[in-house]
T-cell receptor, first 115, second 113 residues
Framework: GEDVEQSLFLSVREGDSSVINCTYT??????LYWYKQEPGAGLQLLTY?????DMKQDQRLTVLLNKKDKHLSLRIADTQTGDSAIYFC???????????????FGKGTKLSVKP | ETGVTQSPTHLIKTRGQQVTLRCSSQ?????VSWYQQALGQGPQFIFQ???????GRGNFPPRFSGLQFPNYSSELNVNALELDDSALYLC????????????FGSGTRLTVV
């Protein structure tokens, strides 16, 4: 079945890089996403990567995808206190017609940034 | 461009009651999905609506039902509420054929007592 696993906690110092890891099981996943959730808020889409890509960079965010090991990571450079939040990895399988299907989420990684 | 709006933001209901949650999708989006997020967990897919019809369903019982309206807004109805239904309910909209993820609302926090 489909499953997404993440470590639950990560603590870093302000200015350091953060690396949040995720593994997924569905080999037919076509889209992989990273969402951010701040306390009391909904989910904010940070970035996404297609399963035919290895890497994607977007300002301070770098996503790496290892399809062989079904491993996805999100690196946040120069982590700030405002980056403290829960980060969710999610996978989606392409529907008939080419659009994304429903999202399957991990339990989330709580990132704490210490000043 | 307006985002996804949900109402109400908080709700307290008694076990056995029925509840209706509402969602307005982002402008230009024609597909609406609902997710349940229990405390400390990731969101779980409930169902998705496209063209006013259910277009996919997760592992939730029939007492969870929904509607989509011609303006693409949506409702989630839950009958015979149970204590375990206490959660944050998230609505997400997207454009059919789109591949750039979903836009989520801020959610409705439902507490069942």
């Amino acid at each position: 079945g489909e499953d997404v696993e993440q470590s639950l906690f990560l603590s870093v110092r302000e200015g350091d890089s953060s690396v949040i890891n995720c593994t997924y099981t569905d080999s037919s996943s076509t889209y992989l996403y990273w969402y951010k959730q701040e306390p009391g808020a909904g989910l904010q889409l940070l970035t996404y990567i297609f399963s035919n890509m290895d890497m994607k960079q977007d300002q301070r965010l770098t996503v790496l995808l290892n399809k062989k090991d079904k491993h996805l990571s999100l690196r946040i450079a120069d982590t700030q206190t405002g980056d403290s939040a829960i980060y969710f990895c999610a996978e989606s399988i392409m529907n008939y017609g080419g659009s994304q299907g429903n999202l399957i989420f991990g339990k989330g990684t709580k990132l704490s940034v210490k000043p | 461009e307006t985002g996804v709006t949900q109402s109400p933001t908080h709700l307290i209901k008694t076990r056995g009651q029925q509840v209706t949650l509402r969602c307005s999708s982002q402008s230009g989006h024609n597909t609406v999905s609902w997710y349940q997020q229990a405390l400390g967990q990731g969101p779980q897919f409930i169902f998705q609506y496209y063209r006013e019809e259910e277009n996919g369903r997760g592992n939730f019982p029939p007492r969870f039902s929904g509607l989509q309206f011609p303006n693409y807004s949506s409702e989630l109805n839950v009958n015979a509420l149970e204590l375990d239904d206490s959660a944050l309910y998230l609505c997400a909209s997207s454009r059919r054929g789109g591949i750039y993820g979903y836009t989520f609302g801020s959610g409705t926090r439902l507490t069942v007592v």
